[in-house]
Structures are given as structure tokens and as C-alpha cells.
T-cell receptor
Framework: QKEVEQNSGPLSVPEGAIASLNCTYS??????FFWYRQYSGKSPELIMS????GDKEDGRFTAQLNKASQYVSLLIRDSQPSDSATYLC??????????FGQGTTLQVKP | SAVISQKPSRDICQRGTSLTIQCQVD?????MFWYRQQPGQSLTLIAT?????????ESGFVIDKFPISRPNLTFSTLTVSNLSPEDSSIYLC??????????????FGSGTRLTVV
């Protein structure tokens, strides 16, 4: 079992819609969770971090964490074609190591 | 947040040779991480490099193949040795850094694209 799991997609949404990206993790010792966006040929770029249960909003992005269910999600409102990228979910615990899921490819169609 | 300068950005190497990748950080950091991203795949952690001690390698990665140096708190190198075509990947270094509102995140270098021929 992989430590962090994501649906690889591709997830296709029309422009202006809400994109919902999901992630589960197996290590209950994980304390911090991150969503990265990666464009082809570029290094990952941090979008959101979340550490406690509940929702965290930043502009068009909302991260949700449910530690009991070991579940993390990212909602992107008013999706734009420029949001088309691979979204990587990652978790870290006491060791400080950041472990990534396999990534979900998002396609936003104009 | 920290800024990382990673080089080279890309290289084409002959089978059997080695490539050394450098990462320079603009601030002192305790831990540096090295990742591999194979074509079409996500990031896989190779090792954690702490200053003054040997690197800690993840399962499937060994020091003979991926020797790491960490001479000070701002610099690290990863060498990929005895290259084979299977080593063709992007290699990235990463550090933990503090951003806005005292939150922290992991910052990545720009990556080194290695092609082995």
C-alpha cells in the first residue's frame, strides 16, 4: 500500500466549474499536508498547506483535512485553463520527510 | 521562503559515467532532501541529508549509487553513479522553509533533467 494515494486522472472540468481533487494517506503519524501544482517540465509549486482538521481557504483554493478518515482534498473554484496541471498531494510527519502521492492530472477545458 | 539554486539544469551523460548535482540555499537549513521524478511519475524521496552526519536513504536507494555530501548548512550535492538509461529522470532538491504567516512548506530547486545515452 502506498503511503499517499491519489487518483491519477485525468480529471476534466469545464472552465468556471469546481475541480475536486482527493487524497488519502496511510500513516496516522502524518501531521502536515500539502498540495503542490506542477506544470510540465517545471518543479512543484506549493499551493496550500493544512495541519488541522477542517477547511482552509486561500483565494479560489480550499483544502480540507479529515484526520479520522485520513483524507485530504483540494477544491478549485472557478477553474481556469491555466489551472491545467498535475496536482500533487504530500504528507509529512515527525521525521520531516515529505511523501508524495502519484499526482492527479487536471484538465480545464475552455 | 528559501530560494534554492540547483545546477546543472540538464545534462546528457554516457552510460557508466557519473553526474553530480549541486544545490545551494540562500539560508541555513537543517535538512535537505533529494528526490527523483521518473518520466510521467510523481516524486520519490531518495534521501535526507543532514549537515555533519551521513545521509539517510530510503528503501531502494543506496549510498554507492547515490552518494550525497552536505558540507555545510546551505549546500549539498547528489551524485548519480555508474549511470544507466534507467537513471534518466529529473532530480530535485528540497528544503523546509517558512513562508507567509509563519507557515512552513517545502521549497524545491528547479530540477536537473538527466538523460543517459
Amino acid at each position: 500500500q502506498k503511503e499517499v494515494e491519489q487518483n491519477s486522472g485525468p480529471l476534466s472540468v469545464p472552465e468556471g466549474a469546481i475541480a475536486s481533487l482527493n487524497c488519502t494517506y496511510s500513516d496516522r503519524g502524518s501531521q502536515s499536508f500539502f498540495w503542490y501544482r506542477q506544470y510540465s517540465g517545471k518543479s512543484p509549486e506549493l499551493i496550500m498547506s493544512i495541519y488541522s482538521n477542517g477547511d482552509k481557504e486561500d483565494g479560489r483554493f480550499t483544502a480540507q483535512l479529515n484526520k479520522a478518515s485520513q483524507y485530504v482534498s483540494l477544491l478549485i473554484r472557478d477553474s481556469q485553463p491555466s489551472d491545467s496541471a498535475t496536482y500533487l498531494c504530500a504528507a509529512s510527519g515527525n521525521t520531516g520527510k515529505l511523501i508524495f502521492g502519484q499526482g492527479t492530472t487536471l484538465q480545464v477545458k475552455p | 521562503s528559501a530560494v534554492i539554486s540547483q545546477k546543472p539544469s540538464r545534462d546528457i551523460c554516457q552510460r557508466g559515467t557519473s553526474l553530480t548535482i549541486q544545490c545551494q540555499v540562500d539560508s541555513q537549513v537543517t535538512m535537505m532532501f533529494w528526490y527523483r521524478q521518473q518520466p510521467g511519475q510523481s516524486l520519490t524521496l531518495i534521501a535526507t541529508a543532514n549537515q555533519g552526519s551521513e545521509a539517510t536513504y530510503e528503501s531502494g536507494f543506496v549510498i554507492d549509487k547515490f552518494p550525497i555530501s552536505r558540507p555545510n548548512l546551505t549546500f549539498s550535492t547528489l551524485t548519480v553513479s555508474n549511470l544507466s538509461p534507467e537513471d534518466s529522470s529529473i532530480y530535485l532538491c528540497s528544503v523546509v522553509s517558512q513562508g507567509a504567516q509563519a507557515e512552513y512548506g517545502y521549497t524545491f530547486g528547479s530540477g536537473t533533467r538527466l538523460t543517459v545515452v
